[in-house]
């Protein structure tokens, strides 16, 4: 059955009106906080604050570079590996990022940043981390959904994901107090249950019809290792960009990178192993290498040891490729969940080993690894918590990462529900995975008389 | 006709004299700065500057590689969308920015660092970037010719380029002292309108002839996006580089990074709503997603607020992709430019909508939003032009404006004249849009012998 | 004669045993330094450090990212150029650098940060930096063997690899005192007769059966321009990784900076100069582009001055270009060195000539240039070598280009004796630069049943 994917009006719709709602609740809502403001040298003054440097942009800045490096160019080309919809992958993803970096600033905002005095929002470049991070469990969610819904649904799963999880998150960072850095729980976990969840109330039954453009060509592949390359390499940034200044960040960057290394290794010995002649499976190496960054979200700020990150590498790269040998076929077949890209294996599954692996390294945190003043900092035990033990906050991470997954599947489900209306211009089983009912190919001058000439020769 | 694109003598000889006279003139002129010389440590005692990071490294270095990693990869892979010139469109760009920069540090030096003791020009980080930044104009020009001309001329054409850069932008900055931290009007508008002047004079009225080479194939069109999304991610680098610390750099960052959100919607809304079906243009989104970037090079230092960020690339967005629907042909058939990018649209429209933007924003600026001493330090009202009042700083940077276009147009007939002449080795119309003329492929071993059988299989 | 290639047992076997090695033998001797251990606050308290940026990660981290990225997509997108190989090429490079680091973090830490008190190594984040230097050295080598290996030779390879370098290195830095901030001579000059004793020891006299595949197609030559970029702006950071704080790190990046601009310009006018009609090979484009950076390694630190960076890179890129027109030929005919890559070019030359300006230009050092304590500081001239005269200096400079090459042919005529037993799995004759027998490419769901029909279409 030919499905209507007309968007000439729905995509500038709502592109249209949801940019100019932007624009009025930025207008009403978000100025620039005491850091980035004019005022700043008064502040420093007042403050006693010897040097520019002490400015929160000189800590953060090249982190909020290398992530904002992994929501575009590493999730987008991670995204290319389809040999039809390498442009739906890496120009959808550019889309719904761009607008849900500005819905993310204004709902943390309301939840973590409001000024109770002049009810605006302060925005420093903590805030455009934040946002970013928020951004990617949405991305995550796409992953799920890749080449199987138009950019208008997408646009709607991120409004819809971008308010979830600044609720989530709230619940989680502020009401539970739990310690999330790199985002184990609040990004992966949920952003992967969320999308699994949409993918399975948009089920298809018969998307076998388009089985001809579910893979790669070999250009395809190498594009998408650039995703992979770009997510592996800048992955420590992404964990220690919102740490503790200081030792937090820095000891957090060390176990991400000896958690990555780890799973590299394991991911190519289970895809050798799994295969005729031990080749390599190139859909493992894209993304399972990625699981050890995922897995130590959580507890990348303590003090897990070296050894310790190498072994959270180490399992999450068995599991995660694991999963793509046996589960994703088995969830296809008998949950009906389609998962174009995986993102059960890569996100989900790592993700709870992450919660998992952050509540037991907190409730075996001591003052004799931390020290008195280094156990308070990592685990900011002040103000209304200032008497929490380390049991207890075990206790409040293994609660954290109950809601995330709840937050998944109700979100999801909710969401699901309204991207199954047949307003949305989603594809036809048969004109899924290729994106040439949504995209034409670049010509510079006189565009539109040859388009039908060349395209995709 | 054919012609003669035989550079074999003229390409070397122009390489080797003008890299010889560089190591003559920087011998001559060229040493390090108090900062990046081995005295930096009694240099550091004399000042009492009380750490290492007080180095002005530590303050730009991260912008300085974000900005150099936007002029190799960013322009260089956002004109590989061409089927047949892609090496064409990031090697020459290759060749040309590694010229262009040792030639803007002696342009620049002589204006704006030449040590009056001395004679010398002392080079730290900034001038790195500022090198960059004036390498970025005659990049953009290029993009206007790509595909048209030889790397002779391209280095003809980056030789005066920088040349006349270095005496605009010692105009508008310091005797108009106009403020332009990300180079709306001294880059985007000059390299812009130089380009285009340049594209007049050479104009080919038969370049129909290669017309079935003016567009791309599908991985020539993702290459691109490599490019499109370098450039985006990194532009809140480029629009803080230079700009002041602290505050300075905050400010710019956030502004920059909003104004890009928001042109990515309103390019995909203008893209969807011009085709049949809502399909998206993907020279659109390659290029028109940039423009909120260019518009908020001038005022992105200044206190233009969040949601007045956002409208400035709203706008810019949705102007740039008009450009491309409507101007780009109608320059072609009745101007007789022929603009291979459409810089017109991505840097001259945007660029001059930034100086426009800097202008209003700078005349509108009080010292209750930027307080006295905040008033004083963004727009620097010190020493000569400590009485000036922020409107008429709004009349020079409009006078700036109109500087930059001039430069512009009078530099790109001057050069284009130059460059017409018939010994540069351009290519005949039909040999247009394929770099096969100038370039072979890779063969590791016995690289000659083979080269016609496998080329472009 | 066919060979086996499956390495169903061996690749796994060898990924888990040294994987779980790598876990035991962190778990003994890795532990977190001062600097990102929770008692960083004591220690500062202790030290009297008044703020957390003099944590040594706000000196290195940006620079340490960069580097990150020219490991794993510099050296993993330069090897993409080869028409069939280009997961081969990026694939196992992934592998074998996310060994090696770990393995680098142990050899480098017992030779150098070994606490003498507990036994332990404490780890921050130049031992990250150290290691993916370290693993450089077994990339270029990785270079000389592309396309004729089985990726449990090059565990192997990297095994012995980073072994042997971290050997070399202690002599050099530490018994000898040269100095080596980029590393010329320890790990490019190293790394590349590693390599090229190895593939001359696995010389394959029948290679010329796979000559149809060891050239390129035009989006392979594409994919490889990635790499060069990458590694070509990144390569200031890679000099001025470890360089000393402040003045240090700030000089070594202007010297890079100039030479690799200059290298740019005679590469071109070599390549240009030495094909009919001046058309430029890419192979050079993509490698001898990037001697300049190899050549300003040793010197990066010293006050060689910017025309002297010049004057080396101008040479360099010369030299490089010469080496791939006539000595990678003769080098095979002749020496029976097939060197896939041309990395005697691109790293043995430049690195060789790096060691030598090291050496004049220490031996040229003198007060009156470098100040008093700028010449302490610069060559450390302290403790055990505080009497040490440039000269004497330059002398131990010389030494140690020496060591590094002794080291490289004696351990790659080692390691390719042991590469050359018939139990890895390397590929026969015909096979070769065809990564088809170790990959298979990806599919997301039901990746087994389809793959023969949509393979490398």
Chains 1, 2, 3 share one sequence.
């Not at 008064?42 to 929160?56: A, F, G, M, Q, W």
């Not at 990004?187 to 039954?205: E, N």
């Not at 890569?346 to 907190?362: D, E, K, N, S």
């Not at 307003?423 to 949504?438: H, K």
Request: proline fraction near 2%.
């Amino acid at each position: 059955m030919a499905k209507n994917t007309n968007i000439r009006i729905s995509l500038p719709a709502v592109c249209f009106v949801w940019q100019i709602a932007m624009i009025i609740l930025f207008g009403v809502f978000i100025r620039y906080d005491e850091e980035s403001d004019t005022h700043w040298i008064e502040h420093r003054r007042k403050k006693n604050i010897s040097t520019n440097l002490e400015n929160d942009f000189y800590y953060r800045y090249p982190s909020f570079q290398d992530v904002h490096v992994m929501i575009f160019v590493g999730f987008g080309f991670l995204m290319t590996f389809l040999k039809r919809y390498s442009f739906g992958g890496v120009g959808f993803n550019f889309l719904i990022a761009a607008f849900g970096i500005q819905w993310a600033l204004l709902m943390q905002g309301w939840f973590h940043h409001l000024d109770e005095h002049d009810w605006k929002i302060k925005i420093g470049v903590e805030n455009l981390i934040n946002a970013d991070f928020c951004v990617a469990s949405c991305l995550i969610a796409y992953g799920a959904c890749l080449g199987k819904v138009s950019p208008v649904q997408l646009m709607v799963l991120t409004l819809f994901g971008v308010t979830l999880f600044a609720v989530e998150e709230y619940i989680i960072l502020e009401l539970l107090h739990a310690k999330d850095a790199g985002g184990s729980m609040v990004i992966h976990t949920f952003g992967a249950y969320y999308g699994l969840t949409i993918s399975w109330v948009l089920y298809r039954p018969l998307l076998s019809q388009s089985k001809h453009l579910q893979g790669s060509v070999y250009h395809s592949d190498v594009f998408a290792m650039i995703g992979t390359l770009f997510l592996w390499m800048y992955w420590p940034s992404f964990n220690s960009a919102i740490a503790d200044h200081g030792d937090g960040q820095h000891r957090a960057v060390i176990n991400t990178y000896l958690a990555l290394a780890s799973s590299v290794l394991t991911t190519f010995a289970i895809s050798s192993i799994s295969q005729n002649n031990g080749k390599l499976d190139m859909v493992h190496i894209q993304n399972a290498t990625l699981a050890g960054g995922v897995a130590m979200g959580t507890a990348s700020e303590f003090m897990i040891t070296p050894y310790g990150s190498l072994i959270v590498g180490f399992c999450s790269g068995i599991v995660s490729t694991f999963g793509y040998l046996f589960l994703t076929p088995f969830m296809e077949k008998t949950l009906k969940i389609q998962d174009t890209c995986g993102i059960h294996n890569l996100h989900a599954m790592p993700g709870v080993i992450g919660g998992i692996v952050g509540a037991i390294t907190a409730a075996s945190a001591s003052e004799s690894v931390y020290g008195q003043e280094g156990l308070i900092n990592t685990f900011d035990f002040k103000d209304a918590v200032a008497n929490r033990t380390v049991n207890i906050q075990g206790g409040y991470q293994a609660a954290a990462l109950f809601v995330a997954i709840a937050f998944g599947l109700v979100g999801g489900a909710l969401v699901g529900g309204i991207l199954k209306l047949p307003i949305w211009g989603d594809p036809a089983d048969v004109n899924c995975f290729d994106d040439d009912i949504f995209i034409v190919l670049s010509f510079c001058i006189n565009n539109v008389s040859t388009i039908k000439k060349w395209k995709k020769i």
